[in-house]
């Protein structure tokens, strides 16, 4: 019977995180602790955690801002437990969710693992489109806890255990933003460790409330994508520059079908096709047709979001070793003029 450390770094969102901590007290499995970890807040949510102090094994601390990835590492040294898991604080935890970790972890063990999200019935209109966008096999190709998904499955730390071993070989993160959590995992597979995914161990995301906070978070990943692949070039795919290619295609299919031709009248209608495909399975998964519709603007959202972030740290990522090798030139002309 493994005791598990539950670690949640908080920042400004004590709100949140109390729906958090009361989900965690509904566990059917309760060998557990928890660990949160106010990362310079000047929201503070310490009132509300040592509220729950009577009901969940739970510590706080308080520490200077340094982001998510070295504040889970910060959680880690002081973690107790056999195995830690760490989940987004706007997230909210299913009863079930820790006993479906133990029954796996005993018949099939897992070194780390990532788990999924869904919608709850409690979510806005709004909150369930983004959660069908950040989903769909129509914008994600589905790989974010799906085993039939596209493309090999990283844990990502919105909902993500690993062992006190992995801990203690790769000593957590190595960069706090931007992609932390997928190059900690890239680094995890590196050491031979066995990742999964386990299905069953989902949560509930409420992500973002409104389609502009959702804009400014997927244009975050977007440029997060690009950081990555300065870690881990190997683990920039083809599939990554869809929601570019999405920008570019949409963008000059909506000029040549304003000039009449021929080619951006067909381009259109593979476009009006493909909004179609989106609105129809996102009505039918959420029975509901304003759902539906909010899912294409969420699906715009966020392959508009994620295309422009991309594209402009890509650029960033071209033009800088450029400018480097310039002013390296400049300066050994300089040099040699005896400035």
């Known amino acids: 019977m493994r005791f598990y450390s539950i670690v949640i770094p908080v920042y400004n969102r004590p709100e949140e995180i109390k729906e958090l901590l009361e989900s965690l007290t509904k566990q059917t499995y309760t060998n557990f602790e928890v660990v949160v970890v106010e990362d310079g807040s000047t929201d503070s949510a310490e009132q509300i955690v040592k509220s729950f ?86 914008t994600t190709g ?43 995992s890239i680094r995890i597979m590196s050491y031979g460790f066995k990742v999964g995914l386990i299905e069953n161990a989902y949560v509930y995301h409420k992500r973002r409330t409104s389609l502009k906070q959702f804009y400014k978070q997927v244009h975050f990943f977007g440029t997060a994508r690009i950081n990555i692949f300065r870690f881990a070039p190997a683990e920039l795919k083809l599939t990554h520059f869809f929601p570019m290619c999405f920008v570019l295609y949409s963008s000059l299919t909506v000029l040549l079908a304003a000039l009449n031709t021929s080619i951006g009248l067909l ?39 994620y295309g422009i972030g991309f594209m402009k740290e890509g650029l960033n990522e071209l033009v800088s070793p450029t400018r480097n090798v310039m002013k390296e030139m400049l300066r050994k002309k300089k040099e040699s003029a005896g400035e």
């Open 53 to 138: 102090q009577d009901q969940l094994n739970i510590k706080y601390f308080f520490k200077e801002n340094t982001g998510q990835g070295l504040s889970r590492n910060f959680a880690y040294e002081r973690a107790s437990g056999d195995y830690f898991i760490v989940f987004d604080s706007d997230c909210l935890i299913p009863s079930h969710y820790l006993q479906a970790v133990e029954d796996r972890l005993n018949t099939d063990y897992l070194d780390a693992f990532g788990g999924p999200d869904r919608a709850d019935t409690s979510f806005t209109p709004v909150q369930k489109a983004i959660s069908y966008s950040m989903t769909s096999l129509f």
């Open 142 to 184: 589905g790989i974010r806890g799906n085993k039939k998904g596209v493309g090999v499955f990283h844990p990502r730390s919105f909902n993500m255990g690993i062992s006190k071993e992995v801990w203690l070989r790769t000593q957590g993160y190595i960069i706090t933003r931007k992609g932390e959590d997928i190059e900690f």
């Open 267 to 305: 381009s259109f209608f593979f476009l009006v096709c493909y909004t179609a495909a989106i609105f129809i399975d996102a009505t039918l998964k959420n029975n509901s047709i304003s759902i539906g519709a909010l899912s294409v603007l969420a699906a715009y959202t966020q392959l508009w979001g």
